[in-house]
């Protein structure tokens, strides 16, 4: 059985501090992992894919990976209250398979 | 360019009735994928197309779920005699299946769902 696992949170955070989401995955074969933020009542939006252990950034977001431990996170400096939303871990094995998605955090900037 | 589009966003139907919802995906994607997320819960795999097939189709609650694609674009997602516990919100998702070498590159794009609800 290919899980993923999240703290539900919520996770709390003030402005402009460093939030940091993690998750452990079950699965050594996986390949392509992947944060998507999710708004209340909104579909899943991608914002960072990551394929090679050490760290990807992109803007405010700092996606890190360590296949060794089966662990992915994802950091948000100068956190925002627009960032106030769930972010679901996923990932998939090589080959054309789904994505097996975490149940989500939910984090709450607090201005 | 235009994202994954689906129809209807909100649908509501009497327990017993069938319904169709329907996924337009990103125009070249050649792999699309069905999700559901009940209230407050993850995201739960239903079936997957590369193309007009279906490779994977594991995902599917019961018989009463089916799904096709055709002229590898849009597909629709069929429940019959709908039940309470189907209310949930669909989603469906396209990605452009890229492999270099051993490694895949397919990050999946989300439409905004149908917000099904059997009464």
């Known amino acids: 059985q290919k899980e993923v696992e999240q703290n539900s949170g919520p996770l709390s955070v003030p402005e402009g501090a460093i939030a940091s989401l993690n998750c452990t995955y079950s699965?050594?074969?996986?390949?392509?992992f992947f944060w998507y933020r999710q708004y209340s009542g909104k579909s899943p939006e991608l914002i960072m894919s990551?394929?090679?252990?050490g760290d990807k950034e992109d803007g405010r977001f700092t996606a890190q990976l360590n296949k060794a431990s089966q662990y992915v996170s994802l950091l948000i400096r100068d956190s925002q209250p627009s960032d106030s939303a769930t972010y679901l871990c996923a990932f998939r094995n090589s080959g054309n398979t789904p994505l097996v998605f975490g149940k989500g955090t939910r984090l709450s900037v607090i201005a | 360019g235009a994202g994954v589009s689906q129809s209807p966003s909100n649908k509501v139907t009497e327990k017993g009735k069938d319904v169709e919802l329907r996924c337009d995906p990103i125009s070249g994607h050649t792999a699309l994928y069905w999700y559901r997320q009940s209230l407050g819960q993850g995201l739960e795999f239903l079936i997957y197309f590369q193309g007009n097939s279906a490779p994977d189709k594991s995902g599917l609650p019961s018989d009463r779920f089916s799904a096709e694609r055709t002229g590898g674009s849009v597909s629709t997602l069929t429940i019959q005699r709908t039940q309470q516990e189907d209310s949930a919100v669909y989603l469906c998702a396209s990605s452009l299946e890229l492999t270099s070498g051993r490694a895949s590159y397919n990050e999946q794009f989300f439409g905004p769902g149908t917000r099904l609800t059997v009464l």
């Open positions: 990551i394929y090679s252990n």
């Open positions: 699965d050594r074969g996986s390949q392509s």
